[in-house]
């Protein structure tokens, strides 16, 4: 799948569909990323980890991006976007 804004630049390959594997070791990566400052990041750092995470744990697919050099307004789309759909890979459907 295919994560596209135009007006900011942005295109990305997410892995489609999300698998348990990712899911773990997005997590893992965050964990590691954030270490004991995961609760004092700000928003626009926790969205800069999100997108960090989301590659290092195969969510996002190869190459990586240096999102230092993102706008912040991109890092933060991609960040939102990863967490709705984490949260949707997360979600057990009504039985």
Sequence with gaps: MKLEHAKLGI???LA???KQRHVEAFFKAKRELDGDN???LSSPEEYGSVVRSAWGGGVLLP????????????????????????GEALSIPPE
């Design 11 to 13: 295109s990305v390959e």
């Design 16 to 18: 489609d569909p999300i």
């Design 38 to 40: 995961a609760i004092r």
């Design 63 to 86: 190459p990586a991006q240096d999102v230092a050099e993102w706008s912040p307004a991109a890092v933060r789309w991609l960040g939102q976007k990863l967490d709705r759909l984490i």
